[in-house]
């Protein structure tokens, strides 16, 4: 190159189709729940007066879905279980944020709304999984929630005697067993509706790295400038691109090449 040339360099996000031979997933907004596929009668509840559980989640599709084939391509993969994490009212209004797997029993389309599917997720014990991990999190890590009056009585009296008595109701989890003596109490019932993801395949084969790549370079002589405005300069663009081409359910479509290792 001449003296007085120029190189240009300019940069973009790197992105990525696959993590070594997974494909990368992302999370996704959960709209609604129920305990049947039918979207209108979705419930919002983890589990109902009844004690049945919600095991049906209706996913927001950001790439529309029109059959079970596009369901499978674009979001499930190779996925057998789904991480989800949710907001969960544990007791009271006292939230925390529940996270677990649940297995994949089924998926499918909802009719006549080609933005929405919905996934059946298996029950643990006939328990929703997300009450499942919720109500174990109680059991194991906040006792002072389920029995508040229970510790540290000291010398206050009524205390002691609510501690007791709180004791006495736990005979219910012998007998009923503690999942369900808690959901009698409809403990880990509710969540927030704007506070449940799932974790599916990208639908778009693309997703967004921490890095950046080249995108273009572009080269050029200053000629013009070199022999006073006589002569008209030259330049040279070369652009990368990083994407392939794969078919979707029979029709070819261009996505993200890259691989995150």
């Known amino acids: 190159m001449p003296t007085g040339g120029r190189i240009e360099i300019n940069y973009e996000s790197d992105d990525y189709s696959y993590v070594q031979d997974k494909r990368a997933c992302e999370m996704v907004y959960v709209k609604k729940i129920g305990n049947s596929s039918n979207y209108s009668n979705a419930n919002d509840v983890l589990y109902d007066n009844s004690l049945n559980s919600s095991n049906y989640w209706f996913i927001d599709a950001s790439v529309p879905v029109t059959s079970k084939a596009d369901i499978k391509t674009r979001y499930i993969a190779a996925l057998s ?3 989800f994490k949710a907001n969960v009212d544990l007791i009271d209004g006292k939230k925390e944020f529940i996270e677990g797997y649940a297995d994949i029993i ?3 389309t909802v009719s006549g709304n080609p933005n929405i599917f919905w996934i059946k997720v298996a029950g643990v014990d006939g328990i929703n999984p997300v009450t499942k991990v919720a109500l174990q999190l109680l059991r194991n890590d906040l006792q ?6 229970s510790y540290n009585p000291g010398n206050d009296l009524v205390k002691a005697l609510k501690g007791l008595l709180g004791s006495l109701v736990e005979i219910g989890s ?6 369900k003596n808690s959901m009698n109490k409809y403990w880990a019932k509710n969540y927030d509706t704007n506070k449940f993801w799932v974790k599916l395949s990208s639908p778009n084969f693309k997703r967004l790295g921490g890095g950046s790549r080249v995108k273009s ?10 022999t006073n405005n006589n002569e008209s300069s030259f330049s040279k663009i070369t652009k ?6 794969v078919k979707i ?7 993200s090449s890259g691989c995150f290792l």
Request: aromatic share 18%; charged share 20%; glycine share 8%.
């Open 106 to 108: 089924d998926y499918g």
């Open 240 to 245: 990368y691109i990083y994407t392939t081409e």
């Open 174 to 179: 012998f007998i009923n067993g503690y999942e």
């Open 81 to 83: 279980h789904l991480y």
């Open 249 to 255: 359910n029979g029709i070819v479509h261009e996505i």
């Open 217 to 226: 370079i572009v080269t050029t002589d200053n000629w013009l400038d070199l």
């Open 144 to 149: 002072r929630l389920a029995r508040p009056n």
